[in-house]
Every structure is written in C-alpha cells, then in structure tokens.
C-alpha cells in the first residue's frame, strides 16, 4: 500500500501552485485532478474571456508568464500558460481522476476515486469554486419556459441573435458577457445593487497591489481610490457598449411567470432566455464524509482545517486566505499552507 506524505485534490491554478511549493520540498506528492487537460475550471469559461489584469499581474509563483500580442492575456492565453508551467516543473499529475470522497483510517487519509484509492498523511484540497455554480431561487422559476443557463455554460452568443436576454450578476463576469450578448440581442442586466465601475485607467493590477498591502499590513485606509475584487474592470469590450445605454442594471425582479418575469411594479416582462452571471459555492462535496462541512465553509486557521488538523484547503476564497482565490493571491496562501505542512510532517 503506497502511502503519500500529500495528495492535493485538484489541478487548477490552487492545485498546482501547492504543487509548486512541494516540488522544493523533500514530501512524495501526488496532484489528483479531474479534467483531462491543464487548465482547471478555466477551461469551462466562455471564449471570449480576457483577464483584467495585465500579463506581467497574472502569474503564478516562480516563473512569470510570458508576454503575448495581448496586454490582457486572453482565456487561451492563460491556459497555455498553466499546460506550460506544468510541464517545466513536471509535476505528479494524474489526470481524469475525480475524487469521490475522503475519510480516515488509522490516523490516513483514504481518498476515493474513479480511478482507484489513494492514500496520504497529509492531504490538501484545492477544487476551488470554479465548478459549483450558485443560482439563486425565484418563485414560480420552474414555470419560466425559456432557457436558463448559468455562466459556466455560455460560450459565445453565435446562437443568441435577435433572442431577448435577461443577465443576472453584478460582477465581472456579468458585464463582460452582457457586453458580448447585447452586440447581436436585446439585453436587459440585473443586479443586486447599482454596479461600481473602475475608473478607466485602473485594472488588476492596482486589485494586485492592494491585496499585497493588505497581506502585508500595510493597506492605506486614505487610499483615494477603494479597489473592491467585486468592482467592475473597463476593459474593451464592456467600454465599447457603455454608450449604448447596454449597462444600465434593474433591481431584482420579483418572481419568474410562463414567458418571462415580474418586475417590482407588477409589470410583466418577456424574455428567451436568462443567463445567470451568479458566481460560484466551494466545491467541497468530496469532503462531506469527514463530517467537517458547515454552511458551505471548513472552519480553518488560514489555510488548515481546525477541526481536521491533518487537511488544508487552498484557493477557495477570502475564508482560506486573502485573495487567494485569484491568480496573484493564491502564491502566498500555497508557500504557507506548504511550510505548515513540512512542519507538521517533520514534527
């Protein structure tokens, strides 16, 4: 029976910036990951996506991405970087390997998957948010009887022209996707709140700056400027709409009827279809087993669990570090989950 010092559960940018960090360390590891390719859930997001930050503000820890034709590396752009920083570093990754949960046994971890039963001593799950869509419930949704999809369905609106469209979501991924649809259909945008767009001139990279303060103690609580990971970034193709009147948002509607919704008011409103830009709930459903789950969260001190000291969790949000579900945060969250690790097993 092989036993590992680690197994880390997921091949994303998390995943394999733990990876990293093991690879300089003397720790036998393997990286479980479930799609077929590099990439992580990136390779489920919509053509067309560019990150808002530029090349040099999108790396990973150890070797920087190398520049492209674009200023903001495109969707494909980043996944080639993630298949490349794979296989400079050549880590341990067996592909095409879902877990399907995790328990304990004489003191071991004994994960289960498609492919068979792994065991560890230490084990760090790094599945992210990339996969477990969230969508709001409505009354009266099931009745709607156009199409629903959420965001990590949508591609490209090759199949949306002249449909009318209701996007739901406030953040980045609304905005962007508004933008692209409203080119070929009628758009209607909700979201909770009124959305708050970055001033041209600032994109992620000043989000990367203020992360990095904040990290370091240092935020200046003066700044002019309050970067939030919820504001909207101007990139091009959501400037391009903003004189077409494309990114005026509505407060939530009420409920859902047969052909469309019901506004506040009570008026009524046909739509086609209803992309839903809602975001993400960790993925954590492979956990469940070791009975540590609470309201979708594991109580952590940073990155390791508390109630299961031997686990730690890395890439999934605010609650396991600062910004470490992003491309630039999630370095410092991987180094320290690593350190606590050879610590342990070192004890």
Not at 148 to 157: A, G, V
Not at 220 to 243: E, F, Y
Request: hydrophobic residues 35%; glycine residues 8%; proline residues 3%.
């Amino acid at each position: 029976m092989k036993v590992y010092d680690t197994l880390v559960i997921g091949g994303g940018q998390a995943g394999i910036s733990v990876a990293y960090f093991l690879m300089r360390s003397q720790l036998e590891y393997l990286v479980l990951d479930d799609q077929e390719r590099a990439g992580g859930s990136w390779l489920q997001t919509w053509d067309s996506l560019k990150l808002f930050s530029p090349t040099e503000y999108s790396s990973l820890s150890g070797w920087a991405m190398p520049k492209s034709e674009n200023e903001y590396p495109t969707k494909n752009d980043f996944i080639s970087y993630l298949e490349q920083y794979e296989m400079r570093y050549n880590f341990p990754i067996q592909r095409q390997t879902k877990v399907l949960s995790v328990c304990k046994e004489n003191n071991l971890f004994l994960v289960k998957s498609n492919k068979g039963i792994f065991y560890s001593k230490t084990l760090v799950s790094a599945t992210g948010r990339g996969q477990n869509r969230f969508i709001p419930t409505y009354p009266n949704q099931k009745l709607f009887t156009g199409k629903q999809l959420h965001s990590i369905d949508y591609r490209n609106s090759d199949d949306l022209f002249g449909k009318k469209i209701l996007v739901v979501g406030g953040g980045n991924s609304g905005a962007q996707i508004l933008a692209e649809v409203s080119e070929v259909a009628q758009t209607q945008w909700v979201t909770l709140e009124e959305p708050y767009f970055l001033p041209d001139d600032i994109d992620g990279r000043y989000l990367f700056n203020s992360a990095t303060q904040k990290f370091l103690g240092k935020a200046n609580s003066s700044s002019v400027i309050k970067v939030s990971l919820r504001n909207i970034v101007m990139v091009d193709s959501v400037k391009q709409v903003r004189n077409r009147n494309v990114l005026l948002a509505k407060r939530p509607f009420l409920s859902f009827y047969e052909q469309g919704v019901i506004w506040k008011g009570g008026d009524k409103e046909e739509f086609d279809i209803v992309i839903w830009c809602t975001g993400f709930k960790a993925s954590l459903k492979h956990l469940d087993t070791l009975n540590i789950i609470e309201n979708n969260r594991i109580k952590t001190q940073y990155t390791r669990s508390i109630k299961e000291p031997n686990l730690w969790l890395v890439g999934y949000g605010s609650w396991t570090g600062f910004a470490s579900a992003t491309i630039y945060g999630v370095g410092k969250t991987a180094r320290q989950t690593v350190k606590e690790i050879v610590e342990f097993l070192n004890h």
